[in-house]
């Protein structure tokens, strides 16, 4: 199980307040498909949050020690029904050839207004690797470089 100081537990509080509980667990409680679900969440997010029906605080409590030991992640907050869990993300290695370009990107072009006095519109666009935005907000393809071979004499 982790351990967390203070003010790690703080920031991550913070994060996870905007977060939807991605497991629930029923009245069955944590059975082996439940684990799973927790498990993938962990690997895939890092921090979730978990909602558990059930009306006993003991069971819950429980629940929530239970699961930080088998998954080894470290318990962020535990308010009523929900509880928040922790563990860093395992990088996984990309399989792929080291040939491979840049990957898309998120560009947000602002053009103003003809006018002057309208708010500039605001745009966002998938860039491939090999696109450039120019100042005036248009979207060129890099043109590829031509080398010239210098004659060996």
């Known amino acids: 199980m982790l351990n967390l100081t203070p003010a790690e537990r703080s920031v991550l509080r913070a994060e996870a307040h905007g ?3 991605i497991v629930m ?3 069955s409680g944590l059975t082996p498909s439940v684990m799973k679900e ?6 895939s997010h890092g921090l ?3 909602r558990v029906f059930g009306d006993d605080r003991e069971a819950r409590i ?10 080894g992640a470290a ?6 029904k929900l509880l928040v869990l922790y563990r860093p993300k395992v990088e996984a290695e990309k399989a792929g050839s080291g040939k491979a370009g840049k990957g898309m990107r998120m560009v947000t072009i ?5 006018s002057g006095t309208k708010k500039p519109s605001v745009s966002k666009v998938l ?3 090999n696109e450039r935005v120019t100042a005036g907000g248009t979207i060129k393809r890099v043109k590829k470089k031509v080398g010239t071979k210098k004659s060996v004499g």
């Open 19 to 21: 977060l939807k509980p």
């Open 25 to 27: 667990v029923g009245e």
């Open 38 to 43: 927790i498990e993938l969440g962990l690997d």
């Open 48 to 50: 979730i949050k978990v």
């Open 62 to 71: 429980e629940m929530y020690e239970t699961i930080c030991e088998k998954t």
């Open 75 to 80: 318990p962020v907050q535990h308010i009523g």
């Open 110 to 114: 602002v053009k103003p207004s003809a």
């Open 127 to 129: 860039l491939k690797g």
